[in-house]
């Protein structure tokens, strides 16, 4: 028999994971496709919990609760850094999906094709992970593990997206290429954010997402961006970008198209912040 | 219990708190208007709105929805009510499946928003797919709703835009397959291979059908008759349950009927299967050494079709240009957002199917076999139909479900999962194809060599058809001396090939059409004006010899002329193309016998009853041949009452297929209502001027200001139980084809031509399109409203086929892997209506169904080559083979 419960506040959530693992849903949009006529197994819905919704401002950065929809994030006035998480909100489904899906949902399913992930990456986004024992904060990058796979514990529940106030500063754009204009799965997508001071980049995040098992950043590349915002974009090196990811072939795309697309995307957004 | 407000009254239902939303709707509350597509949130069908905000009810678990406020397409609210007049008004939707998501989510936009821009809605609708419209009229529809309703029209039904007959219906959530339960029905299920080639064998059956709620376990022999099926009676080979090895994935091995609510686990079925080696590349299905799929089909070959005219080697050495090429198409899925749904019962001894289906009495007929019972002991119900586009004229779940029935004596409801529908479903033929096009000096074609193999998949379904419909098809609608066309079907262990809007002509265009464009590279002559010149013209022979007439595909180019030479001139920048393909199609089976019957009768109280066997779709066909028949008694169209389809009530209209019903069914309504009308004017003593009118039981006839008056409740009634009526029947004039593929096959085509603008990004290898204008002759537009939305739907399943749809068996078993045009996929779309009047057709019209998809692709290709240079040898033009191409171009 399924068990379902929908508790109101997050202690009362903690403790029911204790008595064993339970399916934790949110917004339902990966969990219900695989399901039949009705979800099975024991099911823990985040939903009712308030605490776990809405963007509040932590420390002079932001705290994203897990159950935010893509919808609330699309329509939140946020600081230009988030404009590529923003951009990514109104391309996650469609507006069904955007109305139910949430960040927290977005990331605990650990696409390699997450639409959430890069525009995280490149502010420096922190998970935070709450448990009967107490709260933990992990990077994202440490948080997602592999595709499908994360670092929360069976008692855990991803509570929080952090982000930081050094994550805050600069503009951000979010680019994702598929084959069709909604609803879609990425071939690949980029997230950029680039910190400027007159006529230099002093600061660059570049992110990369379904284009290696997780998102990932691209420190070299970031790096090399650092100087004048004339050229910015052509100094992006096609060899350092593909060095860093590892894409395969699959029904979307060939493996080389995605690195060479990624390279692209990445030229792409950051011309259009430049 | 789940207590929450539904359209505005409170409910508590007993659902279990995980059972999803949509399913509470329907089966707990028992309201069906939402409809289920896909259970994955990729379709958007049943969107609903929780709160104010727009979900797909799939995606919900019900408890979640305690409490709030929820509103579904049986409601009423200010926004639905404009919406659906707006809908109407607009032609926005064709089959219906789609409509209450596309209601609900503009629902959702216009209470913040009440005059959005296209853009806005464009957006808003992103999230829900159709595969009839093209979205262009919903978009409007939704943007436009502060109209009024326009007057009713008065006057000639035939040429005006009225509003679908069965409109009201689909605006407020139309009874499709699934929509229908009788009273204690159980549920079937079907176990089905998950393997492309596989043998197996059962284990203890009986003891998986003594499981609680089971009612009962179903292989292949319980079959009382004959387990063979096939659209094609020569090569029926398809059996409804597989008997001891499985030659495609999905195909059915066994059912499990079951007590609603006790659904088994399905997973430890006991089956043991041994998968084998699977044959599904047809190059090796081909060679002589390969295993055979069927015993007795050498070289996996199921048939070939030729046309052979004049000496196509010497006139191709004697040509001043000739280009050759070769192109490769995909499966492609026909995605109908509803899956194959239906419910069986007895009546009596009757046998009762009502499910969805293009083709009732072939159902019929089918059925009865497979179950060993006569014809008239099974009757088919269509349901509404959800979209088909070929793929409902095969048998699915009839006989599945006839067998459950007659085996429980039950009634049995069966809904296939969206991945069932796509994996034990037909699909379009994957086409290998090359050969040469030349022409002389002056750009006039002296031949066609056309060489096409189809991948016809592991039964033959409609394999015949395509193999012989393609190499009449071949040259295009182009005068064409010599041809030599061959186009064989050949057996892998793929998904069913068969039936798919346009039955492989529309590969072959993809060929012909794209060679065409490069012929007149070479020739240095402007693509339009090659066409131009060699359009086919009243008087000339078509490649099978057959002397054509109303022949349009000039005109169509023609007015297309201005638009080519502003979009020419506008190609300004770098990555800008325009492209232009044209098309044609006889409408109707190809030289076999394809008559339609339509009976019309006026009750002794006076009620004008229109017996219309015509499966709708979604095209039209309920409101065209109601026009025609309108026009044909005079009388007005809303005086007509609507019987069918039902093959206990109706006459025999067919199947809707091959561009048929409009000119077929049309022609014989035509000619059933003119019958009655004369009748009618005979006992009057009037002349063919009299108007006519029925009012209660009378019928007033008035000419030349005299009136006379039938008393309709003093007549007898007649066999049909009318007081008067007549039934007729057309059957296209067609000559069988000899063995050189010479003689008539068709007595009616159609021609299209269609002209794509867009924009490559040459970096990325994405298209996008930014203006599609598309000229179809359609000999009368009977209803043009109608017409322009096939022109629109059939080019966004165009564009699907050139630039996104390849259906992997086993890999692209959802609408998320498997993408058809959203609503931000689809350009604007300026449609231009041709009416070369055919002698044939009924008011003259033709066929246009089909015609409308053929030339989008070709014509997208010619626009990537114009824009880049680059040639796609295989389709879809997936960014990746776009890039490539582009490649291949500068290196």
Redesign the interface.
């Known amino acids: 028999m399924t068990a379902y419960a929908r508790p109101a506040s997050l202690t009362e959530a903690l403790r029911l994971l204790s008595y064993g693992p339970r399916r934790l849903l949110a917004g339902g949009t990966d969990i219900y496709p695989g399901a039949g006529e009705t979800l099975k197994g024991d099911v823990l819905d985040l939903t009712a919990i308030a605490g776990l919704r809405g963007i509040t401002p932590l420390d002079g950065g932001l705290r994203i609760g897990a159950c935010t929809t893509w919808s609330t994030i699309a329509e939140a006035f946020l600081p230009p850094a988030l404009t590529a998480l923003q951009q990514a909100a109104l391309q996650v489904g469609g507006r069904q999906i955007q109305n139910a899906g949430t960040i927290g949902g977005n990331l605990c399913n650990a696409s390699p094709a997450a639409d959430g992930v890069p525009p995280l990456l490149i502010v420096n986004a922190q998970v935070e992970l709450t448990g009967l024992e107490g709260t933990r904060r992990l990077p994202l990058a440490d948080f997602l593990t592999g595709p499908r796979q994360t670092a929360r514990a069976e008692d855990e529940v991803l509570t929080a997206i952090l982000i930081p106030a050094d994550g805050l500063t600069g503009q951000s754009q979010f680019l994702k290429l598929g084959a069709r204009a909604y609803l879609v799965i990425s071939i690949a997508m980029v997230a950029v954010r680039l910190t400027t001071d007159g006529d230099q980049i002093t600061g660059a995040a570049l992110a990369v997402g379904a284009c290696s098992a997780t998102a990932r950043r691209l420190a070299t590349v970031e790096l090399s961006l650092i100087g004048p915002i004339r050229g910015a974009a052509d100094r992006i090196d096609p060899a350092a970008v593909a060095a860093v990811l590892s894409p395969i072939d699959d029904i979307r795309a060939t493996a080389a198209y995605r690195t060479e697309a990624a390279t692209e995307l990445l030229r792409r957004a950051v011309g259009a912040l430049t | 219990m789940i207590a929450f407000t539904l359209n505005g009254q409170p409910v508590a239902l007993n659902a279990?708190?995980?059972?999803?939303l949509s399913?509470m709707l329907r089966e707990d509350a028992g309201l069906t208007g939402t409809k289920v597509g896909c259970?994955?949130?990729?379709c958007?069908a049943c969107?609903v709105l929780v709160d104010g905000?727009?979900?797909?009810a799939?995606?919900?678990?019900a408890?979640?929805v305690?409490g709030a406020q929820v509103q579904t397409v049986e409601g009423k609210s200010a926004e639905l009510t404009r919406l659906r007049a707006a809908f109407l008004r607009h032609g926005a939707a064709q089959c219906g499946i789609c409509t209450p998501g596309m209601l609900m989510?503009a629902a959702?936009l216009l209470a913040d928003n009440p005059t959005p821009t296209v853009d806005q809605a464009t957006?808003?609708l992103?999230?829900?797919?159709c595969r009839c419209t093209g979205y262009a009229k919903i978009i409007a529809a939704v943007c436009d709703t502060s109209d009024t309703d326009p007057q009713p029209a008065s006057g000639p039904a035939v040429g005006q835009s009225l509003p679908r007959i069965d409109g009201a219906a689909k605006v407020a959530g139309d009874s499709f397959g699934a929509d229908y339960a009788p009273d204690g029905a159980l549920i079937l299920r079907a176990i089905r291979s998950p393997h492309h080639h596989a043998s197996f064998d059962f284990g203890d059956l009986s003891a998986f059908a003594a499981r609680p709620g089971v009612a009962c376990v179903l292989t292949a022999q319980d079959i009382p008759g004959r387990n063979i099926f096939g659209v094609i009676p020569p090569f029926a080979d398809q059996p409804a349950l597989a008997e001891t090895h499985a030659r495609f994935r999905g195909e059915a091995v066994a059912l499990v009927a079951f007590e609603h609510g006790a659904?088994p686990d399905l997973t430890d079925f006991p089956i043991r299967w041994t998968p084998l080696a699977p044959q599904m590349d047809p190059e090796l299905a081909e060679q002589p050494d390969a295993p055979l799929i069927h015993a007795n089909r050498p070289g996996n070959r199921l048939t070939q079709g030729r046309v052979i005219k004049g000496d196509v080697t010497a006139a191709l050495a004697a040509s001043a240009h000739v280009v050759e090429g070769s192109i490769q198409t995909s499966f492609v899925e026909h995605a109908y957002i509803e899956p194959e749904a239906g419910a069986a019962w007895l009546d009596g001894d009757t046998l009762v199917i009502r499910a969805c289906t293009q083709a009732p009495v072939m159902d019929r007929d089918d059925t009865a076999a497979i179950l060993n019972l006569a014809p008239d002991r099974v009757r088919i119900i269509p349901s509404a139909v959800g979209g088909g586009f070929g793929s409902k004229l095969d048998i699915s779940l009839q006989p599945l479900l006839g067998l459950a029935v007659l085996k429980t004596g039950r009634p049995v409801r069966m809904t296939y999962s969206r991945a069932e529908s796509m994996a034990s479903t037909t699909k379009r033929h994957p086409a290998m194809m090359r050969g040469r096009i030349g022409c002389d000096a002056t750009g006039k074609i002296t031949a066609v060599d056309f060489d096409g193999r189809f991948d016809t998949g592991a039964y033959a379904s409609w394999g015949p058809t395509v193999a012989n419909r393609v190499p009449v098809h071949a040259t295009g609608p182009y005068l064409t001396p010599h041809v030599r066309a061959t186009a064989r079907a050949i057996h892998t262990n793929g998904p069913v090939s068969g039936a798919f809007r346009g039955f492989g002509v529309p590969q072959a265009a993809i060929w012909q059409e794209t060679l065409y464009d490069r012929l007149a590279e070479k020739a240095g002559i402007d693509p339009l004006e090659l066409r131009l010149r060699n359009a086919l013209r009243d008087g000339d022979p078509s490649a099978t010899g057959q002397i054509l007439h109303a022949t349009g595909i000039g005109d169509c180019l023609t007015a297309l002329r201005p638009h080519w030479q502003r979009a020419l001139a506008e190609c300004t920048v770098p990555g800008r193309g325009v492209g232009i393909a044209s098309c044609w199609y006889g409408c109707g089976n190809t030289s076999l016998p394809n008559p339609s019957t339509i009976r019309i009768g006026i009750t002794t109280a006076g009620l004008v009853t229109l017996h219309q066997g015509a499966t709708d779709i979604g095209q039209g066909s309920n409101t065209v041949i109601a026009q025609i028949a309108a026009d044909g008694l005079g009388v007005p169209i809303n005086s007509l009452h609507l019987i069918g389809p039902d093959t206990a009530l109706t006459p025999d209209a067919g199947k809707t297929s091959a561009s048929r019903q409009t000119y077929v069914s049309g022609r014989a309504a035509h000619a059933a209502a003119q019958s009655l009308r004369a009748t009618i004017l005979r006992r009057a003593n009037a002349g063919d001027g009299a108007t006519i009118s029925v009012e209660r039981s009378l019928i007033t006839v008035t000419e030349n200001g005299a009136r006379r008056v039938i008393d309709l409740a003093a007549l007898p009634t007649d066999a049909y139980g009318y007081a008067l009526s007549a039934q007729e029947t057309y059957d296209p004039p067609t000559s069988p084809l000899d063995e050189n593929g010479q003689g008539t096959p068709y007595a009616v085509y159609g021609y299209g031509a269609q002209m794509v603008e867009l924009a490559v990004d040459a970096?990325?290898?994405?298209v996008r399109l930014l203006k599609i204008t598309a000229a179809h002759d359609l000999g009368r537009a009977i209803n043009p409203q109608l017409a322009t939305g096939q022109i629109e739907g059939g080019i966004a399943q165009g564009i699907g086929l050139a630039?996104?749809e390849?259906y992997?068996p086993g890999?692209?078993e959802?609408l998320?892997?498997y993408?058809i045009?959203?609503?931000?996929?689809v350009p604007p779309i300026q449609s231009i209506l041709i009416e070369v009047p055919d002698r044939e057709g009924p008011l003259g019209a033709k066929g246009l169904g089909e015609h409308v998809l053929i030339p989008t692709a070709p014509a997208i290709l010619n626009a990537i080559r114009h824009a880049t240079g680059a040639i796609i040898t295989k389709v879809?033009a997936?960014?990746?083979r776009v890039?490539?191409a582009i490649k291949d171009v500068t290196t």
């Open positions: 279990p708190p995980t059972r999803r399913q259970d994955a949130g990729d958007g969107t905000h727009a979900l797909c799939c995606l919900i678990p408890a979640r305690q989510a959702e957006m808003a992103g999230g829900v797919l659904e970096a990325l290898g994405t630039l996104m390849e992997l890999r692209t959802n998320h892997d993408l045009p959203t609503t931000g996929d879809p997936l960014p990746h890039l490539a």
